[in-house]
C-alpha cells in the first residue's frame, strides 16, 4: 500500500477517525433518543468504568474493522490496478535478464584472472590494468568492483593486517574469464 496516496499511515488515521466517528454517533444517538434519556435519569446497574470500558473496547473494534476494511479495500485496488502482462511478456518477466559487464569490468575481471584463483588489493589491480595501458582511477575500479560482487562474479574478503579489502573471481566471473581466453600469470 506504500505506493499509493499516502500509504499505511493513512489507512491507520482514516481507520482511528471512523472509531471515533462511530463510537462518537453511536454515543450521540443513545444519549439524544428519549427512552435512552428516561433509562440514563434512573438509577443505572453499570458503573461509570464499565460504560467507558464499553465505549474504548468499541472504538477499538472500529479501529480493526476499519483497518481491515482498508487493508482489503488495498489489496483489490491493487490487483485491479496492476497491469496485464501479454503471455509472452509474463515469460520474459520470469526469465532474469543476463548479466553483460562493462568495458571496466571486463578489465577488471581481466586483471583478477592473471592472479588465478589469489585474492588481490585495489592496489594491485590497478598496477596490472596500468601495466596492460588501462590506467584507471581507483574509485572507478572499486565501482566496476561493487557491480561484480553484486552479480556474484567476484568475491571480497577483508584483509585485517593489510587494512584492505582484497577481490578474486568466482562463479560466473571466472567461467566468463576462462570463455574469453584471458591468460592466467606463468601461462
Known sequence: MKGQKGGFARE???AGAGGLVTTACTTAIVWLSPRAQEYLTRPSLFLIWEVFGFMAVMLILGTILGLSIGYHRGQVSVEQDAPKLAPLAKAAATVPASFEPTPL??????ALRIADNKYQSLAMISALLARMGHATPLSDIEQSLEGLIDQSWVSNIANPSKGVWE???V???TAYARDRGFPVSGM
Open 12 to 14: 491507520i488515521a482514516i
Open 105 to 110: 569490468q571486463v578489465l577488471c575481471i581481466r
Open 167 to 169: 577481490y578474486r573471481l
Open 171 to 173: 562463479g560466473e566471473g
